[in-house]
Nanobody, 123 residues
Framework: QVQLVESGGGLVQPGGSLRLSCAAS????????MGWYRQTPGKQREFVAT???????NYADSVKGRFTVSRDNAKNTVHLQMNSLKSADTAVYYC?????????????????WGQGTQVTVSS
């Protein structure tokens, strides 16, 4: 009922910038919170940033001051502006959305994930 598609990943030099985007599509849903997580091989998926429908944001300590999350509710999109990138930021970044979804018996809260986009920071 809800599909999330990330874009904007790629290879960037240390100290450079990237802007990730995630678009939600489908029908019969209303998105609440949206956010970003990242994962590297052999490690657990970690929280990066979230933003509520009202615009309140939360960031992991490791990215605070360098990353900015924003959203466009009318377009059902969320963005992650990443500045001053470092090698430790290299990971697959996943878009997450919490939504109220219309089902046969009413509304149900569910979490959705995108397919992930690779971010590589290297010289």
């Amino acid at each position: 009922q809800v599909q999330l598609v990330e874009s904007g990943g790629g290879l960037v030099q240390p100290g450079g910038s990237l802007r990730l985007s995630c678009a939600a599509s489908g029908s019969g849903f209303s998105i609440k919170d949206m956010g970003w997580y990242r994962q590297t091989p052999g490690k657990q998926r970690e929280f990066v940033a979230t933003i509520t429908s009202g615009g309140s944001t939360n960031y992991a300590d490791s990215v605070k001051g360098r990353f900015t999350v924003s959203r466009d509710n009318a377009k059902n999109t969320v963005h992650l502006q990443m500045n001053s990138l470092k090698s430790a930021d290299t990971a697959v970044y996943y878009c997450n959305a919490n939504a109220a979804v219309l089902i046969s018996t009413g509304l149900e809260g569910r979490a959705y994930w995108g397919q992930g986009t690779q971010v590589t920071v290297s010289s």
